[in-house]
């Protein structure tokens, strides 16, 4: 055995703690170490190189390097070590910056402890096997979850390639949110022009199969390979007979709250959700369905020149194979009603969410785009007033700790904003005020945005958050404080609109245990890293885009969405992957199948092997393995080891510090 | 007859001597023996709590620990502003073990962590509206009033979780049980600006016509309270805001109990609505006919 120990300065990052010399100097006098020095920066190219020549001209064997965390360049060596044609796992790093040098600030005391560190590492790497990563094929099929903007953006993305994909929302159309917007910040266009073609697009494209109105019931499998069943619900139309054209929904004698229009106005059991909604195919609410409940109506049926109402229709359930998962299931607004009583928890018709306003200003709205009052609805068209006074008041459910709310909507500084110039275009006389905490417009041509609303548009912003909305003489009042001015005020308008905080949507944490990814307290889904791997969910061959992940904009969700495609088509270019073989292994004479091991395993990677004699082990499957050691340590005769962290390894390690060393 | 601990505080003994008759009477009627905690002494509000914090949860720590001593489970405080320090102290001694300790080694102070605090609302609140409903005597249709909680019965939600903080509704419940005809307002937990009728009383009046005003809007011929600083503020000073204010307001001003009393049939004397500083009396000699 020849162990080579390269100890790195880091420029001064390690050295300026650490003796780096008496390190390597130490280093020397430990069994099986023929070769120690000194490097600079370990992973520049000289640096490297070093590492080459020595491996050649000594024969080393084994390598330990002490320099960064092996997060950062880990995989970097061990790429140097193969090209001197070693086994890549015939390597270890001991961390002397992160873990030593950057912590510490005396000098001698750091020392010792960087001596101990390269010790470990010694010890163990004395220890390492050979190994090889084995390798599965990839299924080269996606499954998108969610076709709001992102998954729509994400599908046409991966089914650009000509790869297939499987788009499921849970929803009777495609859209999400978006199709609810009217125009769009920071340009203003039209939100269902440019939204709308890729609707179509997605319907279209002969490379996506669309299931909406559907849900994932299960997954299974690991990256490359997974297995999702769907549910597609029973929308109680024959899908293939129907033609779309409307006319079961005209005679329909029940009403219910539209979701789409968020209660404005009602649709009946039987109902397109939008005009624009792809598939352009009714559903029928059969939570509310006289036909369903009681057996009786039928008028949509007779209606249906296709005969293609079918009652009695039921849920399906199919099951697919992807090799990756694309997750975009949005947001949902933070349900203010509930929140806050000084608000009103909703009792008055003329103080309304942000997503309501947009539905007034949308001209495929309930009031074809005319801002009216909401009060006045039920009147007669003559009688109908238009707002003079408009107030909006941001940050509710968002940045509160009262509510359980502290994170920023990141988009409501925006839109507030595009109401001010959207409000003055409809209605030129509307004095309109924006009641905010703090202006947010970091987006690229953002600040400028916000800028014209208050130059050109003459909206005027007052600085507090708003402490109570109440009717006086039917008209609204705001209470606030004017923290520029360092002043209560009052101000009396007709309508309030409040920016409702972006809450995950319902549903996202289920939806994340049945994938087996992470999520936060919020709802929403966590990246691999925040930096380096922001589309990576925290489970091999799944990713995330939108707001979904966090409260963003449609220029980020797409950015995103554009960049969870790519990591996509990166994986599934291979026919086959490379997995770690640092992973668990079991023991098959020494498992006595008690199974612990299955009931720890966060990945469902241990499954049970029958044996020939009838008896049932432990297996654990390579591709699902992360290498995380539950099983390991739960595991009572020992039977099963972890690749790389042998219980062997690892007591050598704390044998090498319990050890004093009498030199020191 | 069930026994239930008391804490009436500085006001219900002087200036709200009518809220502490009321809330008798009713806690009689509902056959609740109303037992005053002996020895007890100032909550710590106010002044205590405005020199010194820590005085002023020893204060409310002593009045504790005699409730534990006696046995009790639960204390009854119809004070809002003692409801609130006793409340705090509690919270505020089991969150810190170093204070708590200290408090019992100075004083000797044993308090049970599991004693409840109740004010009159939360207390009345807990009770089957059947049985508020089954004892009324007089019918209160034709009165009606808004409920007024100000800012300690129901807040802050830390402290205090029977009711929505911003938006309470177990007043109007309860009145609403004994028959009142309650008009729905948005004032509900506005401030009466507490002590600052002594040190700004400008302010206190503008806070108040505020009140008096959406309360006429909304219909009601009358407030009910169930806070002695409230009480004063809306009825006592009501005079003083007229003249600051050049307004006219004539609104009664009753305690809760007083309502609930009158529906169970015990006459506005017993009740002492005639201490009212504005006349109460015309208004129930016209609405109980
Ligand atoms: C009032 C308001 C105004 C806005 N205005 C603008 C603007 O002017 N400009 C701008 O850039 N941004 C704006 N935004 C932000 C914009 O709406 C979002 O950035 C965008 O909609 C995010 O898209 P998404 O696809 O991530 O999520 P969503 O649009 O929410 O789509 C998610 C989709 O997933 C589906 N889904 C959810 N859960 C599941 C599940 N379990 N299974 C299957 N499907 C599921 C949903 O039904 C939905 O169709 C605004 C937001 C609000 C609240």
């Given at each position: 055995m020849k162990i080579g120990v390269f100890i790195c300065y880091c420029g001064n990052n390690i050295s300026a703690t650490v003796d780096v010399e008496q390190v390597a100097k130490f280093a020397?006098?430990?069994?099986?170490?023929v070769h120690s020095e000194t490097i600079?920066?370990?992973?520049?190219e000289p640096g490297q190189n070093t590492i080459k020549q020595a491996i050649k001209n000594k024969g080393l064997d084994r390598i330990v390097i002490g320099a960064?965390?092996?997060?950062?360049h880990e995989a970097t060596f061990q790429r140097m070590v193969s090209a001197a044609?070693?086994?890549?796992?015939m390597l270890e790093i001991a961390?002397?910056?992160?873990?030593c040098s950057w912590i510490h600030e005396d000098r001698s005391l750091a020392t010792i402890k960087a001596i101990d560190l390269v010790n470990m590492a010694v010890c163990k790497v004395s220890r390492h096997k050979v190994l090889y990563p084995s390798q599965v094929e990839i299924n080269p099929r996606t499954l998108v979850i969610g076709g709001g903007i992102a998954g729509i953006q994400a599908a046409l993305d991966v089914a650009e390639s000509g790869n297939e994909v499987v788009l499921v929302e849970?929803?009777?159309?495609?859209?999400?949110?978006?199709?609810?917007?009217d125009k769009v910040f920071p340009?203003?266009?039209c939100s269902g022009c440019i939204l709308a073609p890729k609707m179509v697009d997605v319907a279209n494209n002969k490379h996506i199969s669309l299931h909406t109105y559907s849900e994932i019931e299960k997954v299974t499998g690991f990256v490359g390979n997974f297995k999702v069943t769907i549910r597609k619900k029973a929308?109680?139309?024959?899908t293939a007979k129907?033609?779309?054209?409307?006319?079961?929904?005209?005679?329909?004698?029940i009403k219910a709250p539209s979701e789409f229009n968020l209660g404005l106005d009602s649709r009946g059991?039987?109902?397109?959700?939008?005009?624009?909604?792809?598939?352009h195919i009714p559903v029928i609410d059969?939570?509310?369905c006289p036909m369903v409940l009681?057996?009786?109506?039928g008028l949509c049926q007779k209606m249906c020149p296709t005969q293609a109402?079918?009652?009695k229709q039921e849920d399906t359930l199919i099951e697919e194979s992807f090799g990756a998962i694309i997750v975009a299931t949005g947001y949902e607004l933070v349900d203010w009603k509930k929140l806050y009583g000084e608000y009103g928890h909703g009792r008055?018709?003329?103080?309304?969410?942000s997503m309501q306003y947009e539905r007034l200003l949308s001209a495929s709205g309930p009031t074809g785009g005319h801002v009216i009052l909401p009060s006045d609805f039920k009147k007669p068209h003559a009688e109908q007033r238009e707002p003079k006074i408009i107030a909006f008041v941001a940050c509710v459910g968002s940045r509160d700790e009262k509510v359980g709310r502290?994170?920023?909507?990141?988009v409501c500084c925006m839109y507030t904003a595009k109401y001010a110039m959207l409000t003055k275009e409809h209605i030129p006389a509307a004095e309109v005020y924006i009641f905010y905490m703090d202006l947010r417009a970091?987006?690229?041509s953002y600040e400028e945005f916000v800028r014209r609303a208050q130059e050109k548009y003459g909206a005027r912003y007052i600085r507090g958050r708003v402490s109570k909305i109440y009717e006086r003489n039917g008209r609204m009042v705001i209470m606030s404080a004017d923290t520029l001015l360092g002043k209560q005020v009052q101000l009396e308008a007709d309508l309030v609109v409040l920016a409702a905080g972006v809450a995950s949507s319902s549903g996202a944490n289920q939806l994340a245990q049945k994938l087996n990814i992470s999520h936060d307290q919020y709802g929403f889904f966590i990246e691999?890293?925040?930096?380096?791997?922001?589309?990576?969910?925290?489970?091999?061959g799944i990713f995330i885009c939108g707001a979904c992940q966090g409260p963003k904009d449609i220029p980020l969700s797409v950015a995103q969405a554009s960049s969870a495609a790519a990591k996509v088509l990166g994986l599934i270019s291979h026919e086959k992957l490379e997995t770690s073989p640092l992973v668990a292994e079991v023991n098959i004479n020494r498992c006595?199948?008690?199974?612990r091991c299955l009931e720890v395993c966060p990945f469902t990677a241990i499954e049970k092997q029958e044996m020939r004699g009838g008896a049932w082990v432990a297996r654990v499957n390579p591709a699902l393995?992360?290498?995380?050691?539950l099983c390991n340590a739960t595991c009572l005769p020992g039977a099963i080891s972890l690749n790389g962290f042998t219980d062997d390894q690892i007591l050598s390690e704390v044998e090498a510090i319990c050890l004093v060393n009498p030199e020191l | 007859m069930s026994v239930q601990a008391y804490f009436p505080g500085c006001s219900l003994e002087s200036s709200s001597r009518e809220f502490d008759k009321s809330t008798h009477l009713v806690c009689k009627a509902l056959d609740i023996d109303l037992k005053e905690l002996p020895d007890w002494s100032c909550c710590g509000a106010h002044a205590a709590h405005h020199t010194r914090h820590n005085l002023s949860t020893i204060l409310s720590a002593r009045n504790l620990s005699i409730a534990t001593k006696e046995g009790y489970d639960s204390i009854m405080a119809p004070c809002p502003a003692c409801y609130n320090r006793l409340k705090s102290a509690q919270i505020e001694l089991a969150e810190c073990d170093k204070k708590q300790a200290a408090a019992r080694e100075d004083f000797n102070f044993q308090i049970n962590p599991d004693l409840r605090v109740f004010s009159i609302l939360e207390f009345l609140a807990g009770i089957d509206k059947a049985v508020l409903q089954a004892k009324?005597?007089?019918?209160?249709?034709e009165l009606k009033v808004a409920a007024y909680y100000g800012c300690l019965l129901v807040r802050p939600p830390k402290l205090v979780n029977?009711?929505?903080?911003?938006s309470p509704v177990t007043m109007d419940e309860i009145l609403t049980a004994v028959g009142a005809t309650v008009v729905p307002w948005?004032?509900?937990?506005?401030?009466?600006?507490a002590s600052l009728s002594v040190s700004d009383p400008d302010i206190q009046a503008k806070l108040c016509a505020d009140i008096l005003e959406m309360a006429k809007l909304a219909g009601a011929q009358a407030i009910v309270v169930a806070c002695p600083l409230c009480h004063a503020n809306l009825d006592l000073k009501q005079g003083q805001i007229n003249r600051r204010m050049s307004t006219h307001y004539d609104i009664p001003i009753f305690y809760l109990t007083q309502i609930i009393g009158l529906a169970w049939g015990f006459s506005p004397q017993e009740l002492e609505i005639?201490?009212?500083?504005?006349?109460s009396m015309s208004l129930l000699t016209a609405v109980l006919k």
């Amino acid at each position: 055995m020849k162990i080579g120990v390269f100890i790195c300065y880091c420029g001064n990052n390690i050295s300026a703690t650490v003796d780096v010399e008496q390190v390597a100097k130490f280093a020397l006098t430990l069994p099986d170490v023929v070769h120690s020095e000194t490097i600079h920066h370990v992973c520049s190219e000289p640096g490297q190189n070093t590492i080459k020549q020595a491996i050649k001209n000594k024969g080393l064997d084994r390598i330990v390097i002490g320099a960064c965390s092996p997060r950062i360049h880990e995989a970097t060596f061990q790429r140097m070590v193969s090209a001197a044609r070693l086994n890549k796992y015939m390597l270890e790093i001991a961390n002397l910056r992160e873990h030593c040098s950057w912590i510490h600030e005396d000098r001698s005391l750091a020392t010792i402890k960087a001596i101990d560190l390269v010790n470990m590492a010694v010890c163990k790497v004395s220890r390492h096997k050979v190994l090889y990563p084995s390798q599965v094929e990839i299924n080269p099929r996606t499954l998108v979850i969610g076709g709001g903007i992102a998954g729509i953006q994400a599908a046409l993305d991966v089914a650009e390639s000509g790869n297939e994909v499987v788009l499921v929302e849970r929803e009777p159309s495609i859209g999400g949110n978006m199709a609810r917007l009217d125009k769009v910040f920071p340009t203003l266009d039209c939100s269902g022009c440019i939204l709308a073609p890729k609707m179509v697009d997605v319907a279209n494209n002969k490379h996506i199969s669309l299931h909406t109105y559907s849900e994932i019931e299960k997954v299974t499998g690991f990256v490359g390979n997974f297995k999702v069943t769907i549910r597609k619900k029973a929308r109680l139309i024959d899908t293939a007979k129907c033609t779309g054209c409307g006319a079961c929904t005209l005679k329909c004698p029940i009403k219910a709250p539209s979701e789409f229009n968020l209660g404005l106005d009602s649709r009946g059991a039987i109902y397109i959700p939008f005009p624009q909604a792809v598939p352009h195919i009714p559903v029928i609410d059969k939570t509310i369905c006289p036909m369903v409940l009681k057996g009786k109506c039928g008028l949509c049926q007779k209606m249906c020149p296709t005969q293609a109402i079918d009652y009695k229709q039921e849920d399906t359930l199919i099951e697919e194979s992807f090799g990756a998962i694309i997750v975009a299931t949005g947001y949902e607004l933070v349900d203010w009603k509930k929140l806050y009583g000084e608000y009103g928890h909703g009792r008055y018709p003329n103080v309304i969410s942000s997503m309501q306003y947009e539905r007034l200003l949308s001209a495929s709205g309930p009031t074809g785009g005319h801002v009216i009052l909401p009060s006045d609805f039920k009147k007669p068209h003559a009688e109908q007033r238009e707002p003079k006074i408009i107030a909006f008041v941001a940050c509710v459910g968002s940045r509160d700790e009262k509510v359980g709310r502290p994170y920023c909507s990141g988009v409501c500084c925006m839109y507030t904003a595009k109401y001010a110039m959207l409000t003055k275009e409809h209605i030129p006389a509307a004095e309109v005020y924006i009641f905010y905490m703090d202006l947010r417009a970091a987006g690229k041509s953002y600040e400028e945005f916000v800028r014209r609303a208050q130059e050109k548009y003459g909206a005027r912003y007052i600085r507090g958050r708003v402490s109570k909305i109440y009717e006086r003489n039917g008209r609204m009042v705001i209470m606030s404080a004017d923290t520029l001015l360092g002043k209560q005020v009052q101000l009396e308008a007709d309508l309030v609109v409040l920016a409702a905080g972006v809450a995950s949507s319902s549903g996202a944490n289920q939806l994340a245990q049945k994938l087996n990814i992470s999520h936060d307290q919020y709802g929403f889904f966590i990246e691999s890293h925040p930096k380096l791997r922001p589309v990576e969910a925290s489970t091999a061959g799944i990713f995330i885009c939108g707001a979904c992940q966090g409260p963003k904009d449609i220029p980020l969700s797409v950015a995103q969405a554009s960049s969870a495609a790519a990591k996509v088509l990166g994986l599934i270019s291979h026919e086959k992957l490379e997995t770690s073989p640092l992973v668990a292994e079991v023991n098959i004479n020494r498992c006595i199948g008690c199974f612990r091991c299955l009931e720890v395993c966060p990945f469902t990677a241990i499954e049970k092997q029958e044996m020939r004699g009838g008896a049932w082990v432990a297996r654990v499957n390579p591709a699902l393995c992360q290498g995380c050691g539950l099983c390991n340590a739960t595991c009572l005769p020992g039977a099963i080891s972890l690749n790389g962290f042998t219980d062997d390894q690892i007591l050598s390690e704390v044998e090498a510090i319990c050890l004093v060393n009498p030199e020191l | 007859m069930s026994v239930q601990a008391y804490f009436p505080g500085c006001s219900l003994e002087s200036s709200s001597r009518e809220f502490d008759k009321s809330t008798h009477l009713v806690c009689k009627a509902l056959d609740i023996d109303l037992k005053e905690l002996p020895d007890w002494s100032c909550c710590g509000a106010h002044a205590a709590h405005h020199t010194r914090h820590n005085l002023s949860t020893i204060l409310s720590a002593r009045n504790l620990s005699i409730a534990t001593k006696e046995g009790y489970d639960s204390i009854m405080a119809p004070c809002p502003a003692c409801y609130n320090r006793l409340k705090s102290a509690q919270i505020e001694l089991a969150e810190c073990d170093k204070k708590q300790a200290a408090a019992r080694e100075d004083f000797n102070f044993q308090i049970n962590p599991d004693l409840r605090v109740f004010s009159i609302l939360e207390f009345l609140a807990g009770i089957d509206k059947a049985v508020l409903q089954a004892k009324v005597k007089k019918n209160l249709k034709e009165l009606k009033v808004a409920a007024y909680y100000g800012c300690l019965l129901v807040r802050p939600p830390k402290l205090v979780n029977f009711d929505d903080p911003e938006s309470p509704v177990t007043m109007d419940e309860i009145l609403t049980a004994v028959g009142a005809t309650v008009v729905p307002w948005d004032y509900k937990v506005q401030c009466c600006g507490a002590s600052l009728s002594v040190s700004d009383p400008d302010i206190q009046a503008k806070l108040c016509a505020d009140i008096l005003e959406m309360a006429k809007l909304a219909g009601a011929q009358a407030i009910v309270v169930a806070c002695p600083l409230c009480h004063a503020n809306l009825d006592l000073k009501q005079g003083q805001i007229n003249r600051r204010m050049s307004t006219h307001y004539d609104i009664p001003i009753f305690y809760l109990t007083q309502i609930i009393g009158l529906a169970w049939g015990f006459s506005p004397q017993e009740l002492e609505i005639d201490k009212h500083m504005v006349d109460s009396m015309s208004l129930l000699t016209a609405v109980l006919k």
